[in-house]
């Protein structure tokens, strides 16, 4: 009788020892996606305890988007997920005992989606701005002028509402006003050749040339690789009667990038003053192959190799 007892306690001991070790523990799954239903793979998701004591976890999703966790203990979890470049999103799920408890699809998406929604404050400064660049190319720039200063009052740091403001001022010929608004701009944007040349173009209309050319050198000089801003130091140069000088930024701006179509019909044009007509040609066909859409430099350009083929 006594070796029956001790043999079924030895059964029970190994009916114990043979319980898997996970059934204490409950496990999660789930996928990552983007908006568009396909798979985000290596998007981070943290799973965090949320009953009352620290307990993490964190699992990246593989190849499918799929990710999974296992040896958690029961209780309320937050999962959170994310990945450079998209908007975390979190749900909250219970965790139990058993089967894997399936947590939502989560559905990621982009920084840029964000900002498109609408109501969001990227949307509202968007439709801000727009209506203020329609109320300046109507000619109405008092209310244009209201309508950016209005944009400013919640956003403070937009370079292009300083550009328009600068744009605004020196058309009501306050070029004090507008050469502080063009400064703030190129504060906040310092590599903006467009905004430099804005500026440049003030302090040639304000019969300060000397100080547009050293501008458009010190912009030109800080971004090398800049095609526009090599460009844009050309025309000046060309308008100060430095055709040698301009050549040579034409050149930079084609160098920087390939697909200039004005560095090239500007140094075509100059190369014909030269009497390098190859080389004229050479660089009006170019600019043509380009499309560009200036309609009278085309006809300009295409008038000069007809009579230069001659």
């Known amino acids: ?131 203020a660049v329609e109320l300046t190319n109507a000619g109405q720039l008092d209310e244009a002028e209201a309508a950016y200063k209005t944009i400013l009052e919640t956003t403070p740091d937009v370079p292009e509402v300083y550009q328009n403001l600068g744009f605004i001022h020196a058309k009501k010929k306050d070029f004090a006003t507008a050469e502080a608004d063009y400064l703030k701009a190129l504060e906040l944007r310092p590599e903006s050749a467009d905004i430099a040349s804005a500026l440049a173009q003030l302090y ?11 501008l458009m050198e010190k912009q030109a000089s800080a971004n ?14 060309l308008n100060a009667g430095q055709s040698a000088e301009a050549i040579k930024a034409f050149e930079a701006a084609s160098a920087a990038d390939p697909q200039t179509a004005d560095a090239y019909y500007h140094l075509g044009t100059q190369l014909v003053g030269q009497g390098k007509i190859p080389e004229a040609i050479q660089s009006l066909e170019k600019f043509l192959s380009l499309n560009p859409t200036n309609a009278q430099n085309v006809a300009t350009a295409q008038g000069l190799i007809k009579a230069l083929k001659k």
């Open 204 to 214: 040639q209309d304000a019969g300060q040339p000397e100080k547009a050319m050293a």
């Open 1 to 131: 009788m006594k070796r029956a007892v001790i043999a079924a306690g030895l059964v029970l001991g190994l009916a114990f020892l043979s319980a898997p070790a996970g059934a204490q523990t409950g496990s999660a799954r789930g996928k990552v996606a983007d908006t568009a239903g396909q798979p985000i793979v290596e998007a981070k998701v943290l799973i965090e305890y949320q009953g009352g004591i620290t307990r993490k976890f964190e699992v990246k999703t593989n190849k499918k988007g799929e990710w999974m966790q296992v040896g958690m203990q029961p209780g309320p979890y937050r999962f959170t997920a994310s990945k450079d470049g998209y908007q975390p999103t979190y749900v909250d799920r219970r965790i139990s005992l058993g089967d894997p408890t399936e947590v939502p699809e989560f559905k990621l998406a982009t920084a840029a989606e964000v900002a498109q929604q609408q109501g969001s404050p990227a949307a509202q400064l968007k439709e801000q701005f727009a209506k």
């Open 224 to 237: 090398p690789a800049d095609a526009k801003a090599q460009l844009n130091r050309g025309i000046f140069l």
